[in-house]
C-alpha cells in the first residue's frame, strides 16, 4: 500500500513493526531485564528492548539464559525473561523453562517461530513450539497477528506471577514479526490492555485455619518450623523471624530457604536434622513441598504420627500431601496472621525446654565435629579444607552478604554444611530437580538482579563445564562473579572403576567419569580479558579469595582438588 501511493496514511504516520511493540509491552508491564540469544527471527526484539530500557544480557546459548531467567524470577519475584530464536533455540529453552516451571520460579520465554503460511512445509527452524512447550507451562499463546501483541504480553508476564509462580510462553511467527501498526494504534493497544490486580488474585486464608494451627503449634511437645524457597520467594523473613523468637520453636530451612534466618540461629536445627525431623511432632512447613528433599514427610525420615501444617500458595500442592492442615495462601501474610494470633498469648519453647535443648546440644556437638576436619589443611586438597577457607572468605565480606552459587556433587553437598548464609535469597544451587549446569546461568542472574552483591560460585568441575563459555558473558558485562571451580578431574572425580571389570575394544578410553586431568579452567576466562587463578595451597587460595573478591570483576579460580577425595554419586549413592 504504502509503496504504490506516496500520500497514504504510511507515510504521514510513524509506523511501529512488532519487535517495537513486543519491546514497548515488555517495558510497559514492568519488564527490566531479559536474557537470551539473539538470532532469526528475534534479534531486531533485543535491540528494540534495549532502546526501551530493557538491560539484555546475551548469551552463547540459549540453556545456560534460560537458567539465569530462571534464577532471577525467583530473585526479584518478578518474571525472568528468556528470548529465543526459533526450533532449535526454543527447544534450548526448555530446559530453563522446565527448570523454572519444577522450581515454582515466575518466567516467561519469548520464542520466535516460523511464518504461519509455512507451518507444515519445513520452513526454516520449524517446530510446533506450543506444543513443545505443554509440559512445561501454566499458559502459553502464539501471537498470530500485531494487534494482540500487548493483551499477550501482559498475560503471559502476569499468569507467570499469579498464584503458584511458573513459566508461561508466548509465540512470536516471524511474519506477525514484519507486520506494522500505526504509532496512534500501538498507544491505544497499549493503553487498552485489562490489567487485572494481581494482588487481588491472591488467595485468602481464613481466620478459623490461622486459629487451628495456633493451637496446634501449642499443644505440641517438640514442634519444628521448616521452611523452603517459597517462603523466600514470598520475603516471609521478618514474619518468620517474629515467629520463630516469639514461640523459642526450632526451625529446618531447606537448602535454598538458608538464610532467610541466619544459619548461627540459637534455634536453628540445621546441624540436628535427623533428630528435628525424626522426632518432631507437629512439623510446620512454609513454602517447601514434602517431596525428596524432605523424604515425602514419611518414616523412616520422619515420625510416623508427625502432625504436618503445610503453609503454601499451591491449593493443588496442600491437596496432594495431605497434611493435618493446610494454610492455602502467601507464606508471609499466613505467618502474619499466626504472629497476630498468637500476639496477646506467647508460649515460648524457651532454651531450658528439653526438646529444644536436644536439638541445640546435637547441634553443637555436631558442629564441633565438623570444625575439627575442617580445621586441617589437607595438601592436595580434599573438600573440606577449600571450602573452610572459601566460608571465611565469605563470611569476611559481612553484610551485604555474597550471593553464593553451588552446584557439583561433592562440591554441592560438602558446601550445604560447611557455608554459611547470613540473609536471605543468597544461595541458589541445583534446587528441586538436581538440575547441574545452572551455574553460570544463575552467576550471572545473581549478579544482575543483585547490583550490590558479590557472587561466588562454589561449583564442580562437571557442573561448571556445562556452560564455561559463559565466562565470556561474565567478562563482557563486567559481572562481580567469582568462579571458584573444584577441580578434580571428572564427574565425582578420578577414575573409580576396578580394571577387571572394564572389558571391550574400548576399555583404554578415558573413564565416562573422568575429564583431562589439570585441566586450566582458570585459562578460559583469561582468553577473554578475565582473570585466573590456579591454587593448590591453602596459602595460594586466600590470596586468590581476597584479590578477586576486592577486585569485584570476573574471575575463575582453579582448585586442584585430590582426584579420589570425592564420592560418587556424592549422598545420593542409593539413587545411583
Ligand atoms: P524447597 O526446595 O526449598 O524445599 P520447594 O520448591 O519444594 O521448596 O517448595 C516451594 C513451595 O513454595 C512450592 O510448593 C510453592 O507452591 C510454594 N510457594 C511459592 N510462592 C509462595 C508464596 N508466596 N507463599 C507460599 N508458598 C509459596
Known amino acids: 500500500m504504502a509503496d504504490s501511493n506516496p500520500q497514504t496514511l504510511e507515510t504521514l504516520e510513524t509506523l511501529i513493526d512488532s519487535n517495537l ?16 540469544v539473539v538470532g532469526i527471527p528475534v534479534t531486531s526484539i533485543a535491540n528494540r528492548a534495549v532502546s526501551a530500557g530493557i538491560r539484555f544480557i546475551a548469551f552463547h546459548n540459549e540453556q545456560s539464559a534460560g537458567y539465569a531467567a530462571s534464577a532471577y524470577g ?31 520460579w515466575p518466567m516467561v520465554m519469548i520464542s ?60 512470536v511467527p516471524s511474519d506477525v514479526l514484519h507486520q506494522k501498526v500505526s504509532e496512534f494504534e500501538a498507544n491505544r493497544l497499549l493503553n487498552e490492555v485489562e490489567r487485572v490486580g494481581i494482588e487481588g488474585l491472591r488467595l485468602g486464608i481464613g481466620s478459623a485455619e490461622v ?6 503449634i501449642r499443644a505440641a511437645e517438640r514442634p519444628l518450623i521448616v521452611f523452603g524457597k517459597g517462603a523466600a520467594y514470598a520475603r ?18 531447606t537448602p535454598m530457604g538458608k538464610g532467610l534466618l541466619p544459619d548461627t540461629h540459637e534455634l536453628a536445627a540445621t546441624a540436628a536434622r535427623s533428630l528435628a525431623i525424626g522426632k518432631c511432632d507437629v512439623a510446620v512447613v512454609v513454602g517447601a513441598r514434602l517431596n525428596w528433599l524432605l523424604h515425602f514427610g514419611e518414616p523412616p525420615k520422619w515420625a510416623k504420627d508427625v502432625k504436618f501444617i503445610l503453609i503454601d500458595v499451591s491449593k493443588e500442592e496442600i491437596e496432594l500431601r495431605k497434611p493435618h492442615l493446610g494454610l492455602v495462601g502467601d507464606a508471609r501474610e499466613a505467618l502474619r496472621m499466626i504472629n497476630e494470633e498468637i500476639k496477646d498469648d506467647p508460649f515460648c519453647f524457651a532454651r531450658s525446654h528439653p526438646w529444644v535443648e536436644a536439638i541445640s546440644r546435637k547441634s553443637k556437638d555436631n558442629v564441633a565435629k565438623l570444625e575439627v576436619q575442617l580445621a586441617k589443611d589437607v595438601v592436595p586438597f580434599n573438600f573440606f579444607t577449600p571450602m573452610r577457607i572459601i566460608r571465611d572468605a565469605i563470611l569476611a565480606e559481612g553484610s551485604p552478604a555474597p550471593i553464593l552459587v553451588s552446584e557439583g556433587a561433592n562440591t554441592m553437598d560438602v558446601g550445604r554444611s560447611v557455608l554459611v548464609q547470613t540473609e536471605p535469597r543468597t544461595r541458589l544451587d541445583a534446587g528441586t530437580w538436581g538440575t547441574m549446569g545452572v551455574g553460570l546461568g544463575y552467576c550471572i542472574a545473581a549478579a544482575v538482579a543483585s547490583p550490590d552483591r558479590l557472587v561466588v560460585a562454589v561449583e564442580g568441575d562437571s557442573g561448571f563445564g556445562f556452560s ?3 565466562v565470556e558473558t561474565l567478562v563482557r558485562y563486567q559481572l562481580p562473579v567469582i568462579v571458584i571451580v573444584f577441580n578434580n578431574g571428572g564427574v565425582y572425580g578420578g577414575d573409580r572403576r576396578n580394571p577387571e571389570e572394564i572389558s571391550g575394544p574400548y576399555k583404554d578410553d578415558p573413564a565416562p567419569t573422568s575429564f583431562v586431568p589439570g585441566a586450566a579452567y582458570h585459562k578460559l576466562i583469561e582468553a577473554f580479558g578475565g582473570k585466573g587463578y590456579l591454587v593448590g595451597t591453602p596459602e595460594e587460595l586466600k590470596s586468590a579469595l581476597k584479590e578477586s573478591f576486592s577486585a569485584r570483576k570476573p574471575a575463575v579460580i582453579n582448585v586442584t582438588i585430590d582426584p579420589y577425595a570425592g564420592s560418587e554419586s556424592g549422598r545420593l549413592q542409593h539413587k545411583n
Open 21 to 36: 511493540l513486543i519491546a514497548q509491552s515488555l517495558a510497559k508491564f514492568g519488564v527490566e531485564r531479559m536474557f537470551g
Open 211 to 216: 486459629g487451628k494451627a495456633v493451637s496446634m
Open 468 to 470: 564455561a563459555m559463559e
Open 112 to 171: 520466535g517461530s516460523c511464518d504461519q503460511r509455512d507451518v507444515g512445509r519445513g520452513d526454516f527452524q520449524e517446530l510446533d513450539q506450543i506444543e513443545a512447550v505443554k509440559p512445561y507451562v501454566k499458559f502459553a499463546a502464539k501471537v498470530t497477528h500485531i494487534s494482540q501483541i500487548p493483551n499477550l504480553v501482559f498475560e503471559v508476564l502476569s499468569q507467570s506471577v499469579i498464584g503458584r509462580p511458573g513459566a508461561c510462553y508466548l509465540d
Open 236 to 253: 516471609a523473613e521478618d514474619e518468620l523471624r517474629r515467629f520463630v523468637e516469639r514461640t523459642g520453636i526450632p526451625f529446618l530451612p
Open 74 to 104: 525467583y530473585l526479584a519475584a518478578r518474571p525472568g525473561v528468556l528470548l529465543t530464536v526459533s526450533g532449535p533455540g526454543c527447544v534450548h529453552g526448555l530446559a530453563g523453562l522446565s527448570n523454572a516451571a519444577i522450581n515454582t
